[in-house]
Each structure stands twice: as C-alpha cells, then as structure tokens.
C-alpha cells in the first residue's frame, strides 16, 4: 500500500473508514514511521482544534501554515532511490511538536470569553453560610455581629451590591 | 433579608423584660427552649457584649419595639457607633459609616424559611438533648441556665440563660472542640425603648447599595430557574441533618447556588458554581488550606471559625462545602454529591 494521503488519514483518525481500509491502514502504518508521524501530528492538532470548539474560526494563513508542516509523502522516485523517510525524520520530529504547539497556543488564546480567573473569597461564602446560620433558632448571632465589617468588605468588593 | 435582619432573628426570641413576678419560677428544660425560640413581643433596650475567638470584644447598644422595630450601634473602644443596623419593620438599613456606604434591604422574616418554627424545634428535640443547669443573675435579672447537648457527639453546643420572659440575656456556643467559640452577654437591659429612632436617612456623600438579590428560601425548582443551574445534592447527610432550603448567590457574571441543610442548630452549606464560570476561591485569610482527597479527586480543606472549608471539582461544576463536621463527614458528604 502506497502512503495514504491526508484525507484518508484524517479518516481513519475519526474512525470513518471502513473495517478493510482501516486494516489496509493500520498495516500500512505499522511500517511506515513517516505515516505513524503524520497520524499523531493530525491527531494533535484535531485536539487542539477541538478543544476550541466555540473558538471563531483559524485564521487560513495559520492553517496554512500548520496543514505546511505536516510532511509530505517522500516523491516515489525518491521513496525508490532509498532516499525516504530517514533523512526527514528530525525535522518532521520539530515539525509535528511545532505544528502541535502552535495549534494548542491558539486554541487557548481564541477560548470564548477568556478572561483573567476571578477571585471569589471563601469570607464570601462564610457570610452566606453564617447568615443562614443565624436564622436558626439556637443561633450565635455574636458570631456575624464581630465579623460583620470584613464581611460588609468582601461583599462591597467582590461586585454583589451588598450584604444578602 | 439583610444580613443583620437574619442574625436578629435570634436575639428577638425573647421579648421585654417586665418585672419578675413574685411566684418562683421552676421551668423545666423543654420549657426554657420554648421561651428562647418565641418571638419576642414587648419593647426593651440595653447593651450587651460580644466575644467571638477571631475577634475583640464589641459592644452593640440595642433597642427592640415589637412588631420588627429594632435598632444595634456597634460601638468602638471609645463608645462611637461603629455601626448601624436599623429597621422601621419595613425597611431595613445598615450603615458603616468607615466606608460611607449604607445598605438597604428588607427585614428579616423568618415566615419564608421553609422549615416551620415546630418543625425546627422537633429538630432541635431530635437531635439535641436539653437540661437545666441551675439559674444565675444576668444583667440584674434572675435566668434559668440552659445546656443543649448533641445526641450525636454528647457535646455541649450551646448555653443559654433565660429571663422568664424569654430574653436570652446571655448565650455561649461552643466549637467541636468544647471551647468557648462565642459568647453574646447583655451587661444592661431595660424594660423599654419606646420612643425609639427607628429610621435611617443617608448622610449627604452616602453610598446607597441595595441588600436583595434574589428570595432568601427557595425550593429547589425555583434556585435552578432562578440560576439557570442543575442543584447537585448529596445522597449521604450526616445523621439528624435535613434539607432546608436554596438560595442563589450572584457574584460578578455568576451565579453560585447555596444549598442549605440544618440538624437545627448547626447548618450545612453546599455552594456550587459551573467549573467555566472562572471563579477561583480565594483563601487568602484563612491561611493555607490541606490537600485531601474528594474520591479520585484532588480538594482543599481549610477551617474558620464557622467550620470547615471543603473544596472540590468536578468535569463540570466547583463546589464548596461548609459546616462544622468531621472532616471525615465533610469528605463523606462530598462524594456523595451527584452531578446531573
């Protein structure tokens, strides 16, 4: 079997090929380490891409540049010379880890609402607790009384409009 | 319901201090509790001390006028008012004046909890035990002292004494450790505040800020509407504990949902929030919080003086667990929270 080109890679890694192809394929790559580095740098950037699903679209030159790196099958002529994957394999090595790399960057720079993480303070979550707390028949009062201005502090910061 | 409407509705058990009648007066325990948990029904005002182990002794100068008038100074080391809490029946304001900024609300109103006041006391009666422990003077007056024991740990919770009224002229709750956690103690108290000031008008440069978000007692149905969230409950509570009631917090772009859970005296708290909301906690006061372990997961537990901090998360949601449980219980409850 020849090397496979993309589309039938693509194919086989979203399990759409069918169970003789996909055998043909497995075979195929189990000996051929150029098509085995092309499979996982595919299977990289698939995750990136997915894991910015929502994301607004890549931009063409940047999938351009990462569809670029992932290598090509050696021409036949070469392929026949003996001159195949051997001398590639570095630099498809830097390719897939770049090609990966780029995709993961972006896709964690294009999330949908991406904003610094925000801070919410467990005193917040303490006052909730200790003003339901006071509702209860038994219930230490002094205990929100004493702690009531620290309290008044993190809910005037932390954007509620006030004690609740 | 403001803050401090919530936490008047235990002082305002009790209701005035008319003058002890000559008959002596031998309540038994069940009695006393009665006396502490009925609403309060005629005026008074004094000033009582507070204790709590994480902060100095405050004084708060109080006056009540039934139905709902009430009005707390919290003083400072020289006697200013520190704060203000007061309440018309109406409307009910707290004012710092430090920070320029007063907060407007409603009062409480204990009538919206979805556990009734009998349902709270057969809690209470389930799970704690009651006895009287002598009577002693407060404030010049004669009360019956009140011990509540847990029938689960055999640990005294809280101490109580007890006007014939019903004022609680004094109260110390104690932590799971046995140790004094807080204590409110009234040093004068009279039989009345009427003519009192019960209103409130901003000072001119005043920050107004309202206090209502969202109802205080939700059922379940209405906090998922509400916040637009699925409630994760837990299928274990420890023993005595029961559903109470939901709330919906708002924090920022956020809504958190508060599950509450009570044994009658202690409460339970589960917060639960969507794990892409891009909230962290923040634990800056309470020091470093231990790694435990919440089922395969990695979580925090720190402790405060309302109990322990237990936080977690899920592929889809954080949560955060408050109470005052072992840390055994605390990690019990939170595997068994069940994600929708």
New interface residues.
Partial sequence: MNCPDKEALSAYLDGETGGSESAALAGHLEGCGLCRARLKTLRAVKAAVSAAVQAPPMPADLRRALQDMIPRPAPWWRRLLGEGAGPLRPAAAVSFCLAAALALVWAARHRPGRSSRDELPVEMLLAAHSQYELTMPLAPEERIVADLAAQLDEETAGGANGPY | M???S??????L?AGPAPAAAAAPWRPDADEVLRL??DKPRAAYEGEFE???S??PK?I?RVSFVPPGHYR?E?LDASGTT??LVVSDGKTEW?Y?A??A?A?K?EP?D?DY?LLD?DE??GL?ERNYGLRLAGAEAVAGRRAAILE?LSRRTGKLV?R?WVARDGLVLR?I?YGEDGAE????TFTRVGASAKGGDFTFSPPAGVRV??????P?YMGLDEAESASGLKACLPSWLPPGYVFESV?V????D?K?I?V?F?D????L?L?E?PRDA?????????GRPKTVRVGGTRARL?A????K?LEWRTEEHRF?L??SLSAESMRRVAESVQEK
């Fill in positions: 403001g803050p401090i919530l936490l008047l509705a235990g002082s058990l502490a948990l507070l204790r709590t994480s902060s405050q708060v707390r919290i520190r704060m707290v710092d430090r920070r900024a907060w609300g409480a204990p909890k006041p709270e006391y209470i509540v809280r109580l109260r709750a956690a807080s204590a409110m800020l309202q206090s209502r978000w969202q205080d709330n917090v708002p924090f920022k956020a958190l508060h509450r009570s009658g005296v202690d409460a708290s917060f929030y891009r909230l962290r906690l923040g634990w800056s006061r309470m720190g405060a003086a309302e109990g901090v955060v408050i109470g």
